[in-house]
């Protein structure tokens, strides 16, 4: 049964440690013939999988924008400000360099603009949603992005798996997810969120994302069945959903959500940030480098 307990902590507006700067980068990555089309560990499901996840960004990371601007005019705190306007812009740029990414897929004769057309509006349906109820969608989802995220940055079996051409979009995505991961759940608190709200809309949301991931993901599948094999498809599911899979090994870190007091940040993984962050430098293109930093607000 689900109680009605407040998880807001007196005092404290943003609860982003002082050694993480959300700031937002834009990358200008490229995808072309280097990009191999089974680009995760040569395999045709888990690939699709990750061409479907990044299909869902740009237009899912508008709405986690909108979500929290929603509430901007009413945070009082000026670091939860400042977060709050770091987030906004690195998810901006999380979707520009999506859109590249997508536009590659697209060229592979994926039907990708169908699945944004449909996507927008399923995510229409949930703007009539109460405001605060589609804050808590999207600290759901930050929830769920940011486990990946910690995943993806802890794991090198994982990383290692997805080609390099592919894999620095994603470490860069990751990174900056782990920065801002408590910023949609702090203005939620500030809001009022209570612990039902954010319990039964991370449950609605992770029904949501499973149903459309697996919709989407069979829909890339379908299109490229002239290169479905049954072996490609087992491996894939076993890597993704079988002992110590990239999914069902984030089971645990999901549930923690539903623990009253929990924090994005009860968990400080800031360290892996600082691991990361400076092997991305390399790979920002010139026209963006030196500071060049471009942020949609
Ligand atoms: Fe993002
Ligand atoms: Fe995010």
Redesign the pocket.
């Known amino acids: 049964m689900l109680t009605t307990t407040q998880t807001n902590k007196p005092g404290k507006a943003s609860h982003t440690p002082d050694n993480v700067s959300i700031k937002p980068q834009r990358m200008g990555f490229e995808f072309g013939e280097q990009v191999p089309r089974y680009w995760v560990d040569n395999n045709y499901l888990i690939s699709h999988t990750m061409n479907a996840l990044s299909v869902l960004f740009p237009e899912g990371?508008q709405f986690?924008v909108d979500s929290v601007r929603a509430f901007r005019d009413q945070i009082q705190d000026k670091k939860l400000k400042e977060d709050v306007r770091g987030?906004i812009g690195?998810?901006a740029m999380?979707s520009l360099e999506h859109i590249a990414m997508n536009q590659h897929v697209r060229d592979q004769g994926m039907p990708v603009e169908e699945m944004e057309r449909d996507l927008k509006v399923i995510l229409d349906v949930a703007r009539k949603l109460p405001k605060r109820h589609q804050l808590a969608i999207t600290c759901a989802?930050?929830h769920i992005?940011?486990m990946m995220a910690d995943m993806l940055l802890e794991r090198d079996d994982i990383r290692e798996d997805m080609h390099e051409s592919m894999r620095p979009l994603w470490v860069w995505h990751a990174i900056?997810?782990t920065e801002?991961?408590a910023?949609?759940y702090d203005v939620f608190l500030q809001a009022g969120g209570t612990y039902t709200e954010r319990a039964f809309y991370q449950v609605f949301s992770t029904v949501a994302l499973g149903i459309v991931g697996t919709w989407y993901t069979g829909r890339m599948a379908l299109k490229d069945r002239s290169h479905f094999s049954v072996k490609d498809a087992a491996k894939g599911m076993w890597r993704m959903w079988g002992k110590n899979g990239a999914f069902s090994s984030l089971i645990p870190t999901w549930l923690e959500y539903f623990k009253p007091g929990f924090h994005p940040w009860g968990k400080d993984n800031s360290e892996l940030i600082g691991r990361f962050k400076e092997q991305i430098q390399d790979y920002i293109a010139p026209q963006y480098k030196n500071g060049n930093r471009r942020t949609l607000q």
């Open positions: 990371e986690f987030f690195q998810e999380h989802l930050e992005t940011a900056e997810e801002h991961k910023v949609a």
